[in-house]
């Protein structure tokens, strides 16, 4: 898992450093890998923009008056990027930069032509081709309309923000979110969470007069949709791009990129059809028929077995539930009506699956180790407010849903003695209602019995030595007394 630290600070009241936050998260439970900071080892890298491009005859080179905020006016740079054109804003490294590699830009001649700097894909700061927008995948980074000739330009790329790469076990999944590490930040430091009101406005026109749902399997215990109609595609806006992008996620558009950020945010897995490819107006969850093949949205014609869960519409598969979507109804510059679905799905189908087609994914890793299943409904509606803010989208009235959820907190038992005979420790009543108040967990009763409601968001909680674990982690673990062994030894005959 990575975590900007950016969108952390934003959610916890916190402002330590990297470096001491990972030795708290590591010594407490949450294993830090690293910390990365994208611009390091970058430098001079400033805001161009481009007043002219003339083509350079015979060439598939550019020539190009840039203002780079310089005193003496814009500076001449060469560029072969099919994508440069006069008025707009340019990533330019000026004579002394650095860019990947520790390569030091230079003043130089380009067919007989004087080169003061050069204008920077994402691809030569370093940036993995793998996440770069497709639409600059092939020429150089154009930045918003707003930034500033002669400023730097990590701020507007979030380069400058801190990467921490979590290690997470299969027992702490709830940390695959980054609310749910916001909650251990917090609960580490005594901060309270933050959390974004997400605003959603619905039409009269209700969903279920479009759609119905209904599940054939026990695989899936709850699958949920809403319907956004008026929905225009287009490149999401840059603060969103940056963050996926940090996060190691190709932005595709408006849509798709809100579905992967409440994948980030919620830890909840999403996908988004497009309603017009619909056969049918009934979605469908069961398991697929050994014979039945399905194009995934990377090109490849997958040969389903009866292991497999599918979504279905007009009893055709449209998506392989949990791992990844079709290609005939996926999300395209066309796309003007949008169903968004959240769902729960067995960890165990979904695995299988995913193994057998050699098919991982961020939803599918999730799916696989637990998801917060008291979030599900929330994470759709945050989804639909963003796409109708970002896409100029309408949401229909209501969610269109089957199947059930238990979302009541866990209660789990114990007592003050036995949290001291686990812990070798001498902890006082009011040591345990800090714990979990930090924790953000229900308490009730008192030293010689107390219980605990532990909310859905952990669920690797559920017995007593869980609690013992809470209470060590968060007390510290080097507040533990430490003794040797007993060993009275055994007399002989």
Not at 387 to 412: F, H, M, N, Y
Request: aromatic share 6%.
């Amino acid at each position: 898992m990575l975590v900007s630290y950016k969108w952390l600070k934003e959610l916890v009241d916190v402002d330590v450093t990297t470096a001491e936050l990972a030795e708290k998260m590591s010594t407490t439970g949450i294993e830090v890998e690293g910390v990365e900071t994208p611009a390091e080892g970058l430098s001079k890298l400033v805001v161009g923009h481009v007043l002219s491009c003339e083509d350079v005859p015979d060439t598939h080179l550019h020539l190009c008056q840039v203002d780079t905020g310089d005193a003496e006016g814009p500076r001449q740079i060469v560029c072969g990027a099919p994508n440069v054109t006069a008025g707009i804003k340019v990533i330019v490294a000026i004579p002394g930069a650095r860019i990947a590699d520790n390569y030091k830009i230079k003043k130089g001649k380009i067919r007989g032509l004087e080169s003061l700097g050069m204008i920077c894909s994402l691809g030569e700061l370093g940036i993995s081709d793998s996440v770069v927008p497709k639409e600059f995948a092939d020429g150089i980074q154009i930045l918003p309309d707003d930034a500033v000739p002669g400023e730097e330009v990590f701020s507007y790329l979030d380069l400058d923000d801190e990467i921490i790469e979590l290690s997470i076990t299969p027992n702490r999944a709830d940390a695959l979110s980054m609310r749910g590490v916001a909650h251990e930040v917090a609960a580490i430091y005594d901060k309270a969470v933050n959390f974004k009101d997400f605003t959603l406005t619905e039409t009269d026109q209700a969903a279920a007069d479009a759609l119905s749902v209904s599940i054939d399997t026990d695989k899936a215990p709850y699958y949920a949709a809403r319907i956004l109609d008026n929905v225009t595609i287009a490149p999401s806006p840059q603060w969103l791009q940056n963050l996926l992008m940090n996060e190691g996620i190709r932005p595709i558009n408006n849509v798709v990129d809100v579905t992967n950020y409440i994948l980030l945010y919620f830890g909840q897995p999403m996908h988004a059809f497009d309603l017009d490819t619909f056969e049918g107006n009934d979605i469908r969850v069961r398991e697929a028929r050994a014979g039945e093949k399905l194009v995934t949205l990377d090109g490849e014609e997958r040969e389903l077995e009866t292991s497999d869960l599918v979504i279905t519409v007009a009893d055709k598969p449209v998506a392989l539930a949990g791992v990844m979507g079709g290609e005939a109804t996926e999300i395209s510059e066309k796309s003007t009506r949008v169903v968004l679905e959240a769902a729960v799905f067995n960890g165990k189908s979904i695995r299988k699956t995913s193994g057998r087609l050699n098919l991982r994914s961020e939803s599918s890793s999730r799916f696989e180790k637990g998801i917060n299943v008291a979030t599900v409904n929330e994470a759709l509606d945050a989804a639909a407010s963003m796409i109708a803010e970002l896409a100029g989208a309408t949401v229909r009235k209501g969610i269109v849903s089957a199947g059930q959820l238990d979302t009541s907190d866990v209660e789990v038992s114990s007592t003050l003695a036995d949290v001291n005979r686990v812990l070798g420790t001498e902890l006082s009543y009011a040591d345990i209602e800090d714990v979990f108040r930090r924790l953000g967990f229900g308490l009730s009763g008192n030293a010689d019995s107390f219980t605990v409601s532990v909310p859905r968001r952990r669920w690797d909680i559920t017995i007593e030595a869980d609690l013992f674990e809470e209470i060590a982690r968060i007390y510290g673990y080097d507040r533990l007394p430490t003794s040797l062994p007993k060993d009275d030894g055994t007399a002989g005959e």
